[in-house]
């Protein structure tokens, strides 16, 4: 069996890379079909899940250039400025980013959507061999549960990227164009895949959604049933809450809130951390609040920050984020921030510790980032609370109330016990405000703020950026820019001839 294995895996790669590159344009009839669960279960996480076979599978690692909680910072250098320049048009919301990455020989930042559907390929292998399989019927829906949760999620950033945001009032979801469904392999009957077109975005959010009510069903309750490392009920419910919020589907997004929450771990306590450096999305630490672990630790600036003598981070926090939190009683301003330190020049020298990124996958003994992203207990009541918010802006009784309650929750957990105080925000809008500042503040860096941004209304950003001492730039996304969703690269666009850009 582990030679019929190991020829599918290895016909399945090469597919995928020919998938990667001419999008489901060749399949092979020539290969050995896995039989059993045991097959299958090596078979979804060497293809399926978004780390296997060595591979540095890094999420869309430009994601938080984009937003409002990064700055450049300036040192006269040529190879600082070589560093800038490397990853600039992320941070300049360049159209044609993925291009200029690939012209920059930024590795990793510029092959994102042939990443996603290379998984997507091997979620579908797995979903068309699964019920045929011989083994339990446990462990079979376990699988399959986690493979359409992982097709659930790689298409939910696929669409978040290259698709406007579905809750805007600007947007026809049954008209404006997502990205192609693609919900078979072609492996189980050698069919010749056309190019795919795009789907519109109503379709590629109901795909999402009946992937993940599916996999809700099939997946074992809790985090310990399965790896940490692997799909698992809880996980699924908070990306369906996740989805719902987005949809502005406040009902649906609390009841799979409420699913997430019944066998997801509690959320951390900071105030009983004593370690120099706590990770809080680290699925290593004991007592942690990790429901789903994915990826590795990401070459992204904000993560392993390169640096360069006197240790100015050339991509940086931004001080508008810093400065949103209580630097004496926000126990996660000492925590969510690492090192490597920035020496601040003007107005007086300073080391300022936050500047070299995130602080959020450290381990405690040493200090350094271990793991990749995760899902976090922390939005089951962020998320729950925005849909309640919502719910009260729209006039039902009692639902401020159960907002405020989910908003200390979470607050309780980050602010020194000594001076906490709960909110008792009676003013609706005053209170989404707010809000949206605490769900800044607790999950930056943590994919979420551009997806936040598009989905509330798609603000106006301006980053500054200095490349030479002639002084600083100041460039600006304005309210709406049709540059808030992105444009698929040239190499996309030429393997399929049925794509149609974004304006």
Not at 63 to 90: K, R
Request: with cysteine.
């Amino acid at each position: 069996m582990k030679k019929s294995l190991l020829y599918i895996t290895l016909t399945s790669a090469a597919i995928f890379s020919s998938c990667s590159k001419d999008f489901l344009k060749e399949t092979s009839t020539d290969l050995v079909k896995p039989t059993t669960v045991s097959s299958m279960n090596e078979l979804l996480m060497g293809e399926a899940y978004p780390i296997s076979n060595g591979d540095n599978f890094s999420v869309h690692p430009f994601i938080e250039l984009l937003t409002d909680d990064v700055q450049a910072n300036f040192y006269n250098s040529a190879t600082y400025t070589a560093m800038l320049t490397q990853y600039l048009p992320g941070y300049n919301w360049d159209p044609e980013l993925f291009d200029k990455y690939r012209q920059l020989g930024a590795s990793d930042y510029y092959s994102t959507y042939e990443k996603y559907y290379t998984k997507i390929k091997g979620c579908n292998v797995v979903l068309e061999y699964i019920d045929a399989a011989t083994g339990s019927e446990t462990d079979k829906q376990n699988i399959k549960g986690q493979a359409l949760a992982l097709r659930a999620f790689y298409y939910f950033h696929l669409v978040n990227l290259f698709g406007k945001p579905i809750n805007n009032p600007a947007t026809d979801p049954d008209k404006d164009l997502g990205v192609p469904l693609v919900l078979t392999s072609g492996v189980s009957d050698g069919a010749i895949h056309k190019p795919a077109p795009r789907a519109t975005i109503r379709s590629v959010y109901q795909q999402i959604e009946t992937d993940l009510i599916k996999a809700v069903e099939l997946l074992p309750a809790g985090v310990t049933t399965n790896s940490i490392y692997r799909m698992n009920k809880p996980a699924a419910a908070l990306l369906a809450s996740r989805l719902y919020l987005y949809m502005d589907n406040w009902d649906k997004a609390i009841q799979y809130a409420n699913i997430a929450e019944e066998s997801a771990p509690p959320m951390k306590d900071l105030n009983v951390v004593t370690d120099t450096y706590w990770g809080i999305a680290n699925p290593t630490l004991a007592g942690n609040e990790v429901i789903w672990a994915y990826g590795t630790k990401e070459t992204t600036l904000l993560e392993t920050t390169p640096v360069i003598d006197p240790y100015v981070s050339p991509y940086g926090l931004s001080e508008d984020l810093v400065n949103s939190y209580d630097q004496t009683n926000d126990i996660r301003y000492k925590y969510y921030f690492g090192n490597p330190s920035y020496i601040q020049f003007d107005p007086v020298l300073a080391v300022i510790s936050y500047k070299g990124g995130s602080g959020k996958t450290k381990d405690p003994s040493s200090g350094n980032a271990v793991t990749g992203k995760a899902f976090r207990s922390a939005e089951i009541y962020l998320n729950r609370a925005e849909a309640n918010i919502q719910k009260a802006i729209h006039g039902e009784g009692g639902a401020l109330a159960k907002a405020i309650e989910d908003i200390n929750k979470v607050r309780k957990n980050r602010i020194k016990a000594s001076t906490y105080q709960d909110i008792s925000l009676t003013d609706v809008q005053s209170l989404f405000s707010f809000y949206k500042a605490e769900r800044r503040r607790e999950l930056c860096l943590e994919d979420q703020r551009w997806f936040d941004l598009r989905r509330w209304g798609m603000p106006s950003i301006s980053h500054k950026i200095q490349l030479d001492a002639s002084g600083p730039q100041i460039i600006t996304l304005s309210q709406g820019d049709p540059r808030y969703t992105l444009h698929f690269s040239t190499e996309v666009m030429t393997r399929n001839e049925n794509l149609i850009q974004n304006p």
